[in-house]
């Protein structure tokens, strides 16, 4: 329950604009040590884009919607904020299908089994060698998250000085040259000869982004450090209850720490100028006037523009490159190839179309303003380590739900006829998956009491108009480095806005993006070095 407007002070230590995920943890943090926090929410729910939703009427199955797993989210901001979070781990890795000599198969990496990827990696490839260099390049990884991950939840460090952390050893070095100061391509093709296998390491530095292997701007190198380095061990993790129990362990946490919500308001001005900061919203047909003496912001540098009338200034590597799709399946899909059994293939993440040479293909005819000829995506389903979202018939009947990330659909493909661009996509992504399988994924999909599939497909447009992200981007900007990048931002916490006292707690921060909570504890921490300054 929101806290009603009669009970509502004129006047907070602190209020934040936006009850996602970050916002969350910020409040938690700031009404744990003693500060008034009120959280105001546009939508008549908590959580943002780390809600689960009832998103097919017929089927009690509560789908995480826009975000699925969770990697960067800080041990210690769990340990802190006492959450009963459980974060179960998927016995594959990935599982990636392929034809070779006119037959099916698939490579299949396991998170519980080393020898079942090196056995899969010499049916693809006819030795182990290729299984021995992808551990190499991975421990680049895995090194450069060492030196880095702890520092996520301090003052930026200058980058010259972050990088003498990794003068130790000659991997340190490498790890850093690698992955922080020449294009991923150089390293990817240093390290790994396979086509398919290229590709595999390559998504991680794509998705959500529209970005290339040699891109100068290393916005993939920034991509990939984001999906590798969380907790020092980059695993993604499925979230038992889906992404809403993230959200309700969240508010909860808030709830107790004497944080209050108002949801269902909408913001018509911010004074951010003068001696203490104001926020202007509408509730209920009614307008109100708060007081903070600090203003959090847990929605994009775009928006908060639009509030101040100032002009936003997109860098080109902002631009989101993401399409999704989330169904509910009556049953699992039998695949083509048969030396592994589906339930292996689908509970990992599922690859198609995203050999490296493919994904070169795809990216130039999206640049040239048209929906790639095929389309990489993966796929995974949280129900095959997680079952609880779904009600027990369900489960029983054999449910499961799926969901699609799809690459290389940049905002701007879609800006001008959403509506047929996105029809248009979601056919080529089924068709993508379906090249793979004995039976079409539609006639595995739930159908509704009307006759609809269960299917509910995003583009990036849809994103930005259900969560304001700009151009669609789930990181809100393009991803940043661990580090400060100019000598105004070392020793900063990343959060600092033009304006006094007025804070960015969510994904606009630097450090921001994917669900990490990082932004909303540095922009906690800010608050309150503030004050004892």
Same mark, same amino acid.
């Given at each position: 329950?929101?806290?009603?407007?009669?009970?509502?002070?004129?006047?907070?230590?602190?209020?934040?604009?936006?009850?996602?995920?970050?916002?969350?943890?910020?409040?938690?943090?700031?009404?744990?040590?003693?500060?008034?926090?009120?959280?105001?929410?546009?939508?008549?729910?908590?959580?943002?884009?780390?809600?689960?939703?009832?998103?097919?009427?017929?089927?009690?199955?509560?789908?995480?919607?826009?975000?699925?797993?969770?990697?960067?989210?800080?041990?210690?901001?769990?340990? $802190? /904020?006492?959450?009963? &979070?459980? +974060?179960?781990?998927?016995?594959? !890795?990935? *599982? %990636?299908?392929?034809?070779?000599?006119?037959?099916?198969?698939?490579?299949?990496?396991?998170?519980?089994?080393?020898?079942?990827?090196?056995?899969?990696?010499?049916?693809?490839?006819?030795?182990?060698?290729?299984?021995?260099?992808?551990?190499?390049?991975?421990?680049?990884?895995?090194?450069?998250?060492?030196?880095?991950?702890?520092?996520?939840?301090?003052?930026?460090?200058?980058?010259?000085?972050?990088?003498?952390?990794?003068?130790?050893?000659?991997?340190?070095?490498?790890?850093?040259?690698?992955?922080?100061?020449?294009?991923?391509?150089?390293?990817?093709?240093?390290?790994?000869?396979? $086509? /398919?296998?290229?590709? &595999?390491? +390559?998504?991680?530095?794509?998705? !959500?982004? *529209? %970005?290339?292997?040699?891109?100068?701007?290393?916005?993939?190198?920034?991509?990939?450090?984001?999906?590798?380095?969380?907790?020092?061990?980059?695993?993604?993790?499925?979230?038992?209850?889906?992404?809403?129990?993230?959200?309700?362990?969240?508010?909860?946490?808030?709830?107790?720490?004497?944080?209050?919500?108002?949801?269902?308001?909408?913001?018509?001005?911010?004074?951010?100028?003068?001696?203490?900061?104001?926020?202007?919203?509408?509730?209920?047909?009614?307008?109100?006037?708060?007081?903070?003496?600090?203003?959090?912001?847990?929605?994009?540098?775009?928006?908060?523009?639009?509030?101040?009338?100032?002009?936003?200034?997109?860098?080109?590597?902002?631009?989101?490159?993401?399409?999704?799709?989330?169904?509910?399946?009556?049953?699992?899909?039998?695949?083509?190839?048969?030396?592994?059994?589906?339930?292996?293939?689908?509970?990992?993440?599922?690859?198609?179309?995203?050999?490296?040479?493919?994904?070169?293909?795809?990216?130039?005819?999206?640049?040239?303003?048209?929906?790639?000829?095929?389309?990489?995506?993966?796929?995974?389903?949280?129900?095959?380590?997680?079952?609880?979202?779904?009600?027990?018939?369900?489960?029983?009947?054999?449910?499961?739900?799926?969901?699609?990330?799809?690459?290389?659909?940049?905002?701007?493909?879609?800006?001008?006829?959403?509506?047929?661009?996105?029809?248009?996509?979601?056919?080529?992504?089924?068709?993508?998956?379906?090249?793979?399988?004995?039976?079409?994924?539609?006639?595995?999909?739930?159908?509704?009491?009307?006759?609809?599939?269960?299917?509910?497909?995003?583009?990036?447009?849809?994103?930005?108009?259900?969560?304001?992200?700009?151009?669609?981007?789930?990181?809100?900007?393009?991803?940043?480095?661990?580090?400060?990048?100019?000598?105004?931002?070392?020793?900063?916490?990343?959060?600092?806005?033009?304006?006094?006292?007025?804070?960015?707690?969510?994904?606009?921060?630097?450090?921001?993006?994917?669900?990490?909570?990082?932004?909303?504890?540095?922009?906690?921490?800010?608050?309150?070095?503030?004050?004892?300054?």
């Amino acid at each position: 329950m929101s806290t009603s407007m009669s009970r509502v002070k004129s006047k907070y230590d602190v209020v934040i604009l936006g009850a996602g995920h970050n916002g969350l943890v910020a409040a938690s943090y700031l009404g744990r040590a003693g500060l008034t926090v009120l959280l105001l929410e546009k939508n008549d729910y908590i959580g943002g884009a780390t809600t689960s939703q009832k998103v097919f009427p017929d089927y009690d199955a509560r789908l995480s919607r826009y975000s699925y797993l969770v990697s960067l989210f800080p041990e210690k901001i769990i340990r $802190d /904020l006492g959450l009963n &979070l459980e +974060l179960r781990r998927r016995a594959t !890795g990935s *599982f %990636t299908p392929y034809i070779k000599d006119g037959k099916h198969n698939g490579l299949l990496l396991s998170n519980v089994d080393d020898q079942v990827g090196r056995q899969s990696m010499i049916d693809l490839t006819g030795s182990d060698k290729e299984f021995a260099q992808l551990k190499k390049f991975y421990n680049l990884s895995r090194v450069f998250a060492e030196h880095s991950w702890d520092s996520m939840l301090e003052p930026l460090i200058a980058k010259e000085e972050f990088r003498r952390r990794f003068d130790v050893d000659g991997v340190s070095r490498e790890a850093w040259r690698s992955l922080a100061e020449e294009p991923l391509g150089g390293a990817i093709e240093r390290y790994l000869q396979n $086509d /398919l296998v290229r590709g &595999l390491v +390559l998504t991680d530095g794509k998705v !959500g982004l *529209f %970005t290339h292997p040699h891109d100068p701007s290393l916005l993939q190198n920034r991509c990939f450090l984001y999906h590798l380095i969380g907790n020092k061990t980059g695993e993604w993790k499925v979230p038992v209850g889906g992404m809403g129990a993230v959200a309700r362990e969240l508010e909860e946490a808030a709830r107790r720490s004497g944080a209050e919500f108002l949801t269902g308001i909408r913001i018509s001005a911010l004074g951010l100028n003068g001696k203490s900061r104001t926020v202007e919203f509408e509730m209920a047909e009614k307008t109100e006037t708060i007081e903070a003496q600090f203003v959090l912001v847990n929605f994009g540098r775009n928006v908060l523009a639009k509030f101040t009338g100032k002009p936003f200034q997109p860098d080109a590597t902002d631009e989101g490159s993401v399409f999704k799709i989330n169904m509910l399946l009556r049953k699992l899909p039998k695949l083509k190839a048969k030396k592994y059994p589906a339930t292996d293939a689908w509970c990992g993440t599922f690859h198609s179309d995203e050999s490296y040479e493919q994904m070169n293909l795809s990216y130039g005819q999206a640049v040239q303003g048209r929906l790639p000829e095929k389309t990489p995506c993966e796929v995974y389903c949280h129900t095959l380590t997680d079952d609880s979202i779904l009600a027990p018939d369900l489960r029983e009947q054999g449910y499961q739900t799926m969901t699609l990330f799809g690459l290389d659909v940049p905002w701007s493909l879609f800006a001008r006829d959403n509506r047929t661009l996105r029809k248009e996509a979601e056919k080529k992504f089924l068709a993508s998956i379906n090249q793979w399988l004995e039976e079409p994924l539609e006639d595995c999909l739930a159908v509704g009491r009307d006759g609809t599939l269960c299917i509910e497909s995003k583009s990036p447009v849809d994103i930005e108009d259900s969560l304001g992200m700009f151009h669609g981007n789930i990181f809100h900007d393009a991803p940043t480095w661990p580090f400060a990048t100019t000598k105004t931002q070392a020793g900063t916490w990343g959060v600092e806005t033009e304006y006094e006292n007025v804070f960015f707690c969510g994904s606009s921060a630097l450090r921001g993006g994917a669900v990490s909570g990082i932004p909303g504890h540095n922009a906690a921490r800010k608050v309150l070095e503030t004050i004892k300054t």
